[in-house]
């Protein structure tokens, strides 16, 4: 039977010499969308029958049925890990399946032993249930059984990770129904620029006018066969001039977002914060990735990555609130804030960890609102509980940071970078703080993460008015 410790789970045999008829054992399973992607890169089977969020009979409803082979899988399970357990061999497999399990099913799979023969041999009947009761596989299955007591610590198996990013999918349901939001789009001059406002009009997250060359803009179009009849275009072939008029229609209440074409973001951004004429809200404007990361349970976010070089205590108080405020535009009620640092001491040889501390103090008093702050965390304690826990640190942070401060903008670069590019996450990205968010994608992006950009601005754009 199986037994769980801090190292993980460890399963130990029944030798043949001790196995009797009526012995069993069962195991409970629940069946959730990972698995079938496994399978199916696995087995090499890609049935649109068998993958989520697919249609493959073409009735319009996704299926995601588990293949009858994943269910025999399971009587596997049972054998090669509980009765007769590790060093167990299959022989002979009969089978009849009587019903199909999909993603979100719990399964219980049963052996019992009802015969023992010559050679070491072992026959059981198995059957696959439902947790209602119904059967979806029985038969019977022939196996060697081993000779000799064995235990299997099975926490040095690896671990997969399936790249799903069920969390942006999330935020473009919940975007869906809003109504688009008008866009100043800046510089849309080169084919990746135009394709990202014109894939979220396509999926109605905004209403994009196209401000820069226009000769340069219909190039681009054409490039891809895209029809701009239904678009307003302002020709402005100088980048400056352009990201100027973005923000004198923000002004004349014509658009409530600004999004980067193929345009330098300084450029940009210096008419955004410029003191007369600008786009200033009180409040220093930082940036802010939306990371969508393979096995984490929620959206990571990372700041300042992309504006705010060395930022001072003050500027990071204003990183810090901007990154809480638009993680509650996203549902998160009270996000969790890790300061980072190298460390986790605070220490005035690293000035950072000062800086986390103060944070995390002014988040104590009300100076910070509506998140929990606590630094300075090293990254491995930020997320991840057992390496707060052999620290010994105690907080309702660490190891389940929501929002990663960086002490600088290299640090948060590299870290959004090494997500992505290592962990496969996705990002997007858009700058807060001024009196309407700023869409900031890059050439690399991909579709999806052009598509939650413009996601992330629209459930901003709708919902900053209700925080507190």
Known sequence: ???????????????????????????????????LYVFAHASGNLNPMHLPKEDGDGDGVPEAVAPAIWLASLISAVLGNQLPGPGTLFRNLSLEFLGHAQAGDWLATRVEVTSLGPG???????????????????????????????????????????????HFDRLLELAAPLPPIPTAVVAPERPDALAGPLLAAEHTLITPILIGDRKLIEGAAQQFGADL?????????????????????VHEGRVQAVMKGHLHTDELLRHIVKREGGLRAG????????????????????????????PNLETKVDITQNAI???????????????????????????STIDAAVLSKMAERGQIKGGIVDG???????????????KGIKSLVAGRA???????????????????????????????????????????????????????????AANKGQLG
Do not use: W
């Open 283 to 310: 409040r220093r404007v930082s940036h802010v990735f939306v990371m969508d990361v393979p096995g984490l349970t929620h959206l990571m976010f990372v700041t300042d990555a992309a504006i705010n070089i060395a």
């Open 325 to 351: 405020d638009l993680a509650r535009t996203l549902g998160i009620e009270t996000p969790k804030v890790g300061v980072l640092s190298a460390i986790e001491i605070v220490t005035p040889k690293l000035p």
């Open 402 to 460: 929501e929002i990663l401060v960086a002490p600088n903008l290299e640090a948060a670069n590299m870290l959004a970078k090494e997500l992505t590019f290592i962990a496969h996450a996705e990002a997007a990205g858009i700058v807060i703080g001024a009196q309407v968010p700023v869409i900031l994608t890059s050439r690399s992006d991909d579709e999806k993460s052009r598509l939650a950009s413009c996601a992330v601005a629209a459930l901003y």
């Open 120 to 166: 070491r041999l072992v026959q059981l009947s198995a059957e696959v249930r439902k947790a209602n009761g119904e059967t979806l596989v029985r038969g019977v299955v022939e196996v060697m059984a081993p000779t000799v007591p064995v235990t299997f610590d099975a926490s040095d198996v690896p671990g997969l990770t399936v790249q799903t990013h069920v």
């Open 1 to 35: 039977m199986p037994a769980h410790d801090a190292a993980g789970p460890t399963f130990t045999n029944t030798p043949f010499d001790r196995l009797e008829v009526g012995m069993s054992a069962e195991i409970d399973r629940l069946c959730v969308a990972e698995d």
């Open 376 to 390: 300075p965390l090293a990254m491995d304690n930020a997320v991840n509980l057992e390496a707060a826990r052999t």
């Open 229 to 249: 009849s239904t678009y307003e275009i302002i020709d402005i072939p100088d980048h400056s001039a352009a990201a100027a008029r973005a923000v004198a229609l």
